[in-house]
């Protein structure tokens, strides 16, 4: 930079007022950190241990999955068996590592203050973190979907589908079918990402808000599973997600799918907001 | 009137409570615009504390501040743009480079061009003479070059006003007169800079003003030769008959005259310094060694704060 630049009237630095510069800084962040990458790694190895172990497998009745009895008619149904059994724990823990670290992950190494210094509004922050969040809450479902259904088509082919409710479908539309289901699980895990994003906020320990957003999934699917607790069930933020195998009756019943999503839409807002409140005022020492 | 144009940051009142202590004590910090004002005070004067006031970083308990004529932290999205900051360390992505962390910075920047990114991320570390490193990951910088991109990262566009907390941390003197040099630069281009030190000899040779704190308060401050007119320059005598020297500086009109062991030193106030060693010579006294010590900046705080440039709690 020449003395020449540095004296210019810095007037000459016209506001920006619609870029995307920061939100695509951050998905570089996310996806090209090794660690992620890895994660990502660890996601795709589930469907297909699914669909060789289902392959290798002599065929014999029992408590499968509804998913698992399907997979040797139709490969697409390796990429559902493989959400379903994700939505426990990796796909939670993946989508909590990214929101654990958005803010919590700048405080401890300090770069959150320059960020502030630059400036950037804490709002901004927010909301380019929450949809960084949601990007990659999307990116690692539909990898996962993807990789599953491109592993049990290889292994199973694909054809007719039967839905749950015994009707037969072709392959297009049996596609549609999976990739919404796909979509409503990455915007029920967002919601949970809005809440690792509150938590972040709480705590310059992006491990710890981490740990934070996996006890609460998994306290959430314990709670779900004591009938005494019934009245409880539908407000819980994992609630839900079992219904996007309503995606394949016919016709697709919308009732708790829309159910789900209010309440993914409701709990992405109230966290979201919270983190607001909790962090536009703060003090910012890391 | 303090927040008029014609200084680059005017606090009023400035202080910072924390549960037990008062970090910063109603300071009135006034940096007219093109000084290089050097920010000094010991580790835990609360420099960093009042930088991060400045920048909006933290809140104050009570007081307000202007920057660049503007309120903060209202106009914070205004002002900033034009700060260049290094605050408590440099603080970058590990696993990053050194130029995808600037370009990093600059993507956060509304106000910055993309399509020079590139060009202002190299010329900025060019400045600091981090060019060749450029794409090392920032986890394999030393300490002195992590303080250097610091500062590149104030360079990333033009700036009316650089706040540099201890900016010559970690860095070796070869690299603290680099940086000397490289402030002297910024303010030959016009910006104001204020630059914070535990170290006082490092910015007292670049500084045209100077502010002491101790203990959260600022205990003087002003053009850096006003400053020093508060301590006259004291003349030393070396002799074997230091009773006799004694007696002739006093009759001279020195003050404060001590005399250790083979050394009589005396306040000068106006006295010409040759008539010292004239009237010693006069009188028979005879003067091994005679010199003029201007107070050191150093001495300056022990006389401000009667006590040594160490920590205080």
């Given at each position: 930079m020449s003395a020449a630049e540095l004296a210019a009237s810095p007037a000459a630095r016209p506001l920006r007022h619609v870029s995307t510069r920061f939100l695509r800084s951050e998905l570089r962040l996310i996806f090209g950190r090794r660690r992620n990458q890895a994660g990502l790694g660890i996601l795709a190895v589930v469907p297909i241990i699914i669909a060789i172990a289902v392959k290798v497998s002599t065929p014999r009745s029992g408590h499968a999955p509804d998913f698992f009895a399907s997979i040797t008619s139709n490969g697409l149904f390796v990429a559902l068996s493989a959400l379903s059994i994700e939505m426990g724990l990796f796909l939670p823990l993946a989508i909590g590592t990214i929101a654990g670290d958005s803010v919590a992950g700048e405080a401890n190494i300090g770069t959150l203050r320059y960020l502030f210094a630059v400036p950037v509004h804490r709002t901004r922050l927010l909301a380019v973190k929450f949809a960084a969040i949601s990007i990659f809450s999307l990116v690692a479902t539909v990898w996962v979907s993807l990789v599953g259904a491109v592993a049990g088509l290889a292994l199973f082919g694909g054809g007719q589908m039967t839905l749950l409710s015994g009707t037969q479908i072709g392959m297009g539309p049996a596609v549609v079918r999976v990739v919404m289901a796909t979509v409503y699980l990455a915007v029920c895990f967002a919601s949970l990402g809005a809440i690792g994003l509150f938590i972040s906020t709480l705590t310059e320990q992006p491990i710890g808000a981490t740990i934070a957003v996996v006890i609460l999934n998994v306290m959430s699917f314990i709670l779900d599973s004591i009938p005494q607790l019934s009245w409880l069930h539908e407000w819980l933020p994992t609630h839900w997600w079992m219904s996007f195998g309503d995606f394949l009756r016919d016709p697709i019943a919308w009732g708790d799918l829309t159910r789900g999503l209010l309440t993914a839409a409701g709990y992405a807002l109230v966290f979201w907001l919270a983190a607001w409140a909790r962090f536009s005022d703060k003090d910012v020492t890391g | 009137m303090t927040e008029g144009k014609e200084f680059a940051v005017a606090t009023e009142g400035l202080t910072k409570r924390f549960k037990q202590q008062?970090?910063?004590?109603t300071i009135d910090l006034l940096v007219p615009r093109g000084a290089v004002y050097g920010f000094l005070g010991p580790n835990g004067s609360g420099k960093t504390t009042t930088i991060r006031m400045l920048l909006g970083l933290i809140r104050p308990t009570s007081g307000h501040h202007h920057l660049l004529g503007k309120a903060m932290p209202h106009n914070a999205g205004q002002v900033l743009p034009l700060v260049g900051s290094l605050v408590e360390g440099p603080a970058f992505h590990p696993y990053l480079t050194a130029r995808s962390n600037l370009q990093r910075l600059d993507s956060v920047d509304r106000h910055a061009d993309p399509r020079t990114t590139k060009a202002r991320v190299a010329g900025a570390l060019d400045r600091v003479g981090l060019l060749a490193a450029a794409d090392k990951k920032y986890r394999a910088y030393s300490l002195g070059m992590r303080q250097r991109l610091a500062i590149a990262a104030t360079l990333l566009a033009p700036r009316e006003l650089l706040v540099l907390d201890e900016p010559t941390n970690g860095l070796d003197p070869q690299g603290t007169r680099e940086v000397r040099h490289l402030i002297g630069s910024l303010a030959d281009d016009g910006a104001t800079v204020l630059v914070s030190s535990h170290l006082l000899s490092e910015v007292e040779q670049v500084c045209s003003h100077i502010g002491v704190m101790h203990v959260g308060r600022l205990l003087t401050q002003g053009p850096i030769a006003e400053v020093r007119a508060v301590s006259a320059p004291r003349a030393r005598v070396e002799t074997d008959r230091p009773a006799d020297a004694a007696r002739v500086l006093r009759a001279l009109g020195l003050t404060d005259v001590v005399v250790e062991s083979g050394v009589v030193v005396g306040t000068l106030g106006t006295l010409v310094p040759d008539k010292v060693v004239a009237s010693l010579v006069h009188e028979g006294v005879p003067v091994a060694g005679f010199a003029v010590a201007q107070p050191s900046l150093e001495d300056l705080f022990v006389s401000l704060t009667g006590e040594g440039f160490n920590v205080s709690g």
């Open positions: - | 008062v970090a910063v004590d």
